[in-house]
């Protein structure tokens, strides 16, 4: 496998926080370095149901993850599972929730939170946190330029077909101080400037790159269900396929096909979703 891609997921963004305070994504946008779509997750729009989702193709009722309460290591077919099928090598630098899900389950701190298995089925460069203890008060996460520095150090160390990174954030953020407020402007505003040079070494690399979220989240902070501001978020994409028009829908149910036919790696046949790429 010659093809090399990309997933960052800046959990729990919506759509109108991605567009107005994300300048560095924005101008790549309007200089034609990039595109962007409107992303509209699955229901429930919960953070665990939306990471299985994203990367088996098939709704929570299919897969079974029904919430952040209900992990478990799932029976389809995913990303990973299929650019490993394809001859790729594999990286993720996540919350545990991925371990669980598409290698081993449960999650154990000291076993998963950092490996490397060159014959692993899924994954072959994990390096994972648990947020364990997690609350309003204290949201446990790691510094995101770390997270981006450990996804770099993986692909120059062991030449990734497909990387995916994801941090919560912003979601926690979200959570706590809601999105209409100078706290949140700012967690956006820095997320936005630490990405950005990453975005530049990566596609420097020869990287494809997607910049999405697992949902949004509504004037409150929530996220599952069904409003516009749960449901929707931005998608971007830094590389030369050819995508839909400009006020197209992507369905969550589409980054699984179009990141495998991206990569060159055969694709599920439970993932019955269009890729969104050609």
Known sequence: MDNKLLLIILDGVPWRNFRRLFGNLEGWVDS????????????????????????????????????????????????????????????????????????????????DVEYDEADSATINHGRFHSMTGYGLVNQMTPSDVDLFGTLTNLCLRFG??????????????????????????????????????????????????IVTADHGQDERGHHGGRSPLQQETALYYFGDATGPAEDVVIDQLQLAPTILSRLGAPIADTMKAKSFLS
């Not at 478990?72 to 899900?101: E, N, P």
């Not at 919560?168 to 936005?192: I, K, N, P, S, Y």
């Open 32 to 111: 034609g370095e990039a595109r962007v779509w409107k992303h509209r997750a699955v229901l429930p729009s919960i953070s665990a149901s939306c990471y299985a989702s994203i990367h088996t193709g098939v709704v929570p009722t299919e897969h079974g993850c029904t919430g952040n309460g209900n992990v478990f290591r799932l029976g389809h077919k995913d990303v990973f599972s299929q650019v490993r099928q394809g001859g790729g090598v594999t990286g993720a630098v996540a919350h545990s929730f991925w371990s669980s899900f598409f290698n081993r389950h449960p999650y154990d701190p000291v076993r």
């Open 160 to 209: 990734l077909n497909y990387g995916m990174l994801h941090t919560c954030t912003l979601d926690c953020m979200g959570h706590r101080f809601f999105h209409d407020c100078q706290e949140m402007d700012h967690a956006c505003f820095v997320m936005d400037e630490m990405l950005a040079p990453f975005i530049i070494k990566w596609r420097d690399m020869g990287y494809e790159i």
